[in-house]
């Protein structure tokens, strides 16, 4: 099979453009025969990718019902090359065994929420357009109106702040809770509405009700929980040489990626520089691939506005044993 380096293509008119794909396939390097791992399947705009790239053997990762129907056709078009799997990629390493895989070559994850998510009104991600006020990736468990109709001012605010890094939070969550008394919220308009009343357009030009909406989005789908457990967990089913990349769109995923590998990635000399008394550092289980974050060429910038805030970094396995103990559910 003859293998080509699918560079971005600035005129590519598929309705999911993949950011960072020139990147991902440079660090990723998948080879014939390997194993690798789509951790974040989506909209499958990696997995293609890697599947025409080199002949090797894919496992997407989904735990949205629409991807994991997106990855079902996807099996049909790849035959035994690709295989969908319906679940958390943080649970990555209790998954894959299932399907008979222990070890594999290389892992890609796209964190965040999809433009096919975005997209769809009716998912209730997108303060643009009306709809539910769901944000459920899994579409199970309590969603976004669950919380917002329920919880306690406080817990609105600190997770407005923590993961929306809203300044005006304590604002926000007032007027949730007093607009709530009257009325509970069951859309994305009615909740967009109310941030826009009490937090005022930045000069940038971006909606006040974008960090609300990016706070409880991450909130309701454990996204950096998820993320951490992913990190885990792909430390313990890679092989040795096998490699990580990562593409974050946010600072907080971002800062987490980054401290992981920094701290998996340690360097060796500083294990003599120790105070006496001073307790051994974990020895390094990565080495560092991207020394520091990659961002997106000026072509796909122009072609593809989503790219602007994505950082990708990307580190190998060595033959260490794994830093972390998995618990039960691919938790670490």
Same mark, same amino acid.
């Given at each position: 099979?003859?293998?080509?380096?699918?560079?971005?293509?600035?005129?590519?008119?598929?309705?999911?453009?993949?950011?960072?794909?020139?990147?991902?396939?440079?660090?990723?390097?998948?080879? !014939?025969?390997?194993?690798?791992?789509?951790?974040?399947?989506?909209?499958?705009?990696?997995?293609?990718? $890697?599947?025409?790239?080199?002949?090797?053997?894919?496992?997407? $990762?989904?735990?949205?019902?629409?991807?994991?129907?997106?990855? @079902?056709?996807?099996?049909?078009?790849?035959?035994?090359?690709?295989?969908?799997?319906?679940?958390?990629?943080?649970?990555?390493?209790?998954?894959?065994?299932?399907?008979?895989? @222990?070890?594999?070559?290389?892992?890609?994850?796209?964190?965040?929420?999809?433009?096919?998510?975005?997209?769809?009104?009716?998912?209730?991600?997108?303060?643009?357009?009306?709809?539910?006020?769901?944000?459920?990736?899994?579409?199970?468990?309590?969603?976004?109106?669950?919380?917002?109709?329920? =919880?306690?001012?406080?817990?609105?605010?600190?997770?407005?702040?923590?993961?929306? !890094?809203?300044? =005006?939070?304590?604002?926000?969550?007032?007027?949730?809770? !007093?607009?709530? *008394? !009257?009325?509970?919220?069951?859309?994305?308009?009615?909740?967009?509405?109310?941030?826009?009343?009490?937090?005022?357009?930045?000069?940038?030009?971006?909606?006040?009700? @974008?960090?609300?909406?990016?706070?409880?989005?991450?909130?309701?789908?454990?996204?950096?929980?998820?993320?951490?457990?992913?990190?885990?967990? =792909?430390?313990?089913?890679?092989?040795?040489?096998?490699?990580?990349?990562?593409?974050?769109?946010?600072?907080?995923?971002?800062?987490?990626?980054?401290?992981?590998?920094?701290?998996?990635?340690?360097?060796?000399?500083?294990?003599?520089?120790?105070?006496?008394?001073?307790?051994?550092?974990?020895?390094?289980?990565?080495? @560092?691939?991207?020394?520091? =974050?990659?961002? *997106?060429?000026?072509?796909?910038?122009?072609?593809?506005?989503?790219?602007?805030?994505?950082?990708?970094?990307?580190?190998?396995?060595?033959?260490?044993?794994?830093?972390?103990?998995?618990?039960?559910?691919?938790?670490?």
């Amino acid at each position: 099979m003859t293998t080509s380096p699918l560079l971005f293509d600035p005129s590519a008119s598929a309705p999911h453009k993949p950011v960072l794909l020139r990147e991902v396939l440079e660090y990723l390097k998948p080879a !014939e025969g390997e194993i690798i791992v789509d951790g974040t399947f989506g909209a499958g705009g990696y997995s293609r990718a $890697i599947l025409d790239h080199a002949p090797c053997t894919l496992y997407g $990762i989904d735990r949205d019902p629409s991807a994991v129907e997106t990855g @079902t056709r996807l099996a049909a078009e790849y035959n035994d090359r690709f295989h969908m799997v319906e679940g958390c990629f943080g649970d990555m390493a209790t998954l894959l065994p299932t399907h008979g895989v @222990t070890q594999v070559d290389g892992i890609v994850l796209d964190i965040g929420v999809s433009s096919m998510q975005i997209d769809q009104a009716d998912r209730g991600f997108s303060f643009r357009t009306d709809g539910p006020l769901d944000m459920r990736m899994s579409m199970s468990g309590p969603s976004a109106a669950d919380f917002v109709n329920t =919880a306690d001012e406080e817990d609105i605010a600190n997770v407005i702040y923590r993961f929306g !890094e809203e300044r =005006a939070s304590r604002k926000v969550a007032h007027k949730i809770v !007093e607009m709530r *008394a !009257e009325t509970p919220f069951t859309s994305t308009g009615q909740l967009a509405s109310a941030v826009r009343s009490v937090v005022r357009k930045s000069k940038d030009g971006i909606d006040p009700a @974008t960090r609300t909406f990016q706070g409880l989005r991450i909130h309701i789908n454990d996204e950096l929980g998820e993320l951490d457990r992913a990190l885990n967990a =792909a430390e313990a089913i890679l092989k040795p040489g096998g490699r990580l990349v990562v593409v974050t769109f946010h600072s907080l995923e971002d800062r987490l990626v980054k401290t992981f590998f920094k701290e998996r990635c340690g360097d060796p000399r500083k294990q003599s520089r120790r105070l006496p008394g001073e307790p051994e550092a974990a020895k390094p289980t990565f080495s @560092t691939l991207s020394r520091k =974050a990659v961002t *997106a060429e000026k072509d796909e910038l122009r072609a593809n506005p989503r790219a602007r805030s994505a950082k990708l970094r990307a580190a190998a396995r060595n033959d260490l044993p794994a830093t972390a103990t998995l618990k039960a559910g691919g938790s670490a």
